[in-house]
């Protein structure tokens, strides 16, 4: 089975700080690894995600994540942070052997104060 | 194109009513997803379908709650009878399903408030 721990429930940071969320997995399988956003009253949207290749995935809006498979992590992180970020990020995992369902983190709370 | 559709965004009903959530997949995407979002649970996947073909439902909580897919365009997920502690986000989302690791694009979300 997998699983997926978001540490921090919530991020509190200033406009045009830097920032990092973490994320952490645990399966006994490959996986695919993505990150998503919440805005207030809406859906979730793909931010991005891996599949192979380069470990450092951008994405958009100018985040981007590093697979560190090691570490079994994929931390997300922005430069410099605008208030409009502010908003739930949530990480998920899903098998790589075709299997579609997605295990989602319990998501963080990224709030951007002035 | 408009994206997954779902109706109604907002559902206040009365303990021991029926509740119908339903949901239009984006055009041509062979999977979509029912899930819920709730604060002690988060977000789970409660069924999932390919081709109009229930897949896996092992998410789904209990005999209450049901869900079909009569086309590829529409999809239901059904409470009945509703209870408070069904309260929460009900999520429909969609992908192409042409290979693993796409991206599942996500409705507006159903908020669903059982008194």
């Known amino acids: 089975a997998q699983s997926v721990t978001q540490l921090d429930s919530q991020v509190p940071v200033f406009e045009e700080a830097p920032v990092e969320l973490r994320c952490n997995y645990s399966?006994?399988?490959?996986?695919?690894l993505f990150w998503y956003v919440q805005y207030p009253n809406q859906g979730l949207q793909l931010l991005l995600k891996y599949l192979s290749g380069s470990t450092l995935v951008k994405g958009i809006n100018g985040f981007e994540a590093e697979f560190n498979k090691s570490q079994t992590s994929f931390h997300l992180r922005k430069p410099s942070v605008h208030i409009s970020d502010t908003a739930e990020y949530f990480c998920a995992v899903t098998r790589m052997d075709s299997s579609y369902k997605l295990i989602f983190g319990s998501g963080t709370r990224l709030l951007v104060r002035p | 194109d408009a994206g997954v559709i779902q109706s109604p965004r907002h559902e206040v009903t009365e303990m021991g009513q029926e509740v119908t959530l339903r949901c239009k997949p984006i055009?041509?995407?062979?999977?979509l997803f029912w899930y819920r979002q709730t604060m002690m649970r988060g977000l789970e996947l409660l069924i999932y379908?390919?081709?109009?073909?229930?897949?896996?439902d092992s998410g789904m909580p209990e005999d209450r709650f049901s869900a079909k897919m009569p086309n590829a365009s529409f999809s239901t997920l059904k409470i009945q009878p509703s209870e408070p502690r069904d309260s929460a986000v009900y999520f429909c989302a969609s992908t192409p399903g042409q290979r693993s690791g796409e991206t599942q694009y996500f409705g507006p979300g159903t908020r669903l408030l059982v008194l």
């Open positions: 379908f390919n081709n109009n073909v229930p897949i896996d």
């Open positions: 055009s041509g995407h062979d999977y």
């Open positions: 399966s006994s399988v490959s996986v695919y």
